[in-house]
């Protein structure tokens, strides 16, 4: 293939190119920057609110320190966004909320149960074999932060 061959395939592709990102513009429906930030905003606050809630709850009736306390709210915040994935609310709540749904706790349940949920038609034994092959990235790369986090604070703490 000669340089003209090249230079002409070229041009083809940048044209390509061009027409298939114009496309992409001309459907892309505009987003309000503004709007997407507030409802991420009031969201995730309202979530994070909850886990506020929860907590104090768990002091003032349970009697439970602080940091089981916080354990406790943090395992109802993951479970109750287990139950609203696999009932399908939760992603109506992402739809609107965007990050506001993904950057709390709930946002990693929801990211673990989505996709075991494809997997119902294979039974409770395909969901929760495919629900470990999942979680299995998830929890290799927090167990390993963990570690690194330990290292550090132990070599440069206090």
Known sequence: MDSF???QQKRQKNDRDKKYGQYVEQKTPPSDLLRGCL???WVGGLICTLGQGLIWLFETYLQLEFV??????????VVIAAI????GVYDVIGKYAGAGSVVPITGFSNSIVSPAMEF?????????ANLFK?????????????ILYGIV????GR
Request: hydrophobic share 60%; glycine share 16%; charged share 15%.
């Open 68 to 77: 089981k306390a916080a354990g406790l709210a943090s395992i109802v915040l």
């Open 5 to 7: 061959d090249q230079a």
């Open 84 to 87: 609203l994935t696999g009932l």
């Open 39 to 41: 409802r991420a905003f």
């Open 120 to 128: 119902k038609r294979e039974g409770l034994i395909g969901i929760g």
């Open 134 to 146: 999942i979680a299995g990235p998830v929890l290799v790369n927090g167990i390993s932060a963990a």
């Open 153 to 156: 604070f132990f070599l440069f």
